[in-house]
């Protein structure tokens, strides 16, 4: 190992970082409103919360796909494995973890009640239905966003051969 390897690494997975929290907030945003018209105009229903979640994560894992192959690891190639790896690890993301995580978050109803209690003190009409699937998506969303990262960089867009290579 070369004593410059290791910065150049760094550099490259904060480059990715960056570009990874750009394309993240955006597929995120997207993700959200897809949630929000699925919890609050279709489904009207919290207690199925997991169900709008898992809905809206569905769609956006393709719209996310595109965009992380194309913009945040642009430089590594894809192959029919990074493919499978990315769909294998969100299918476990939007079936079984982002659904469990949506339930455990809505159940922090302290918090909730406190940012409805505050923004009603600030004359904000938020409802608190909207109040609380807001808090689920998002801390839910946290938490996805830096599990995605760790295994999308590690796991799914790996580095080829070639580009080791340059870096040595």
Do not use: C
Not at 31 to 40: K, R, S
Not at 67 to 83: F, G, L, Q
Not at 157 to 167: I, S, Y
């Amino acid at each position: 190992m070369k004593q410059n390897e290791r910065p150049t690494q760094d550099v490259k997975t904060s480059q990715h970082a960056l570009r990874y929290f750009f394309v993240g907030v955006g597929i995120t945003l997207f993700n959200y409103v897809l949630f929000a018209i699925i919890a609050n105009l279709i489904i009207k229903n919290n207690n199925f919360l997991w169900l709008s979640n898992l809905i809206a994560t569905s769609i956006t894992v393709i719209v996310a796909y595109i965009a992380h192959s194309k913009i945040t690891w642009k430089e590594r190639d894809v192959t029919k494995y990074s493919i499978m790896r990315f769909f294998i690890w969100n299918a476990l993301l939007a079936i079984l973890i982002s659904p469990a995580l949506t339930q455990l978050f809505s159940f922090f109803t302290p918090l909730y009640e406190l940012a409805f209690n505050i923004t009603n003190a600030i004359h904000l009409s938020f409802s608190y239905e909207f109040i609380l699937t807001t808090g689920a998506f998002a801390l839910t969303s946290v938490v996805i966003m830096v599990l995605n990262f760790l295994f999308y960089d590690k796991f799914v867009f790996q580095r080829n051969k070639q580009t080791e290579k340059k870096d040595e």
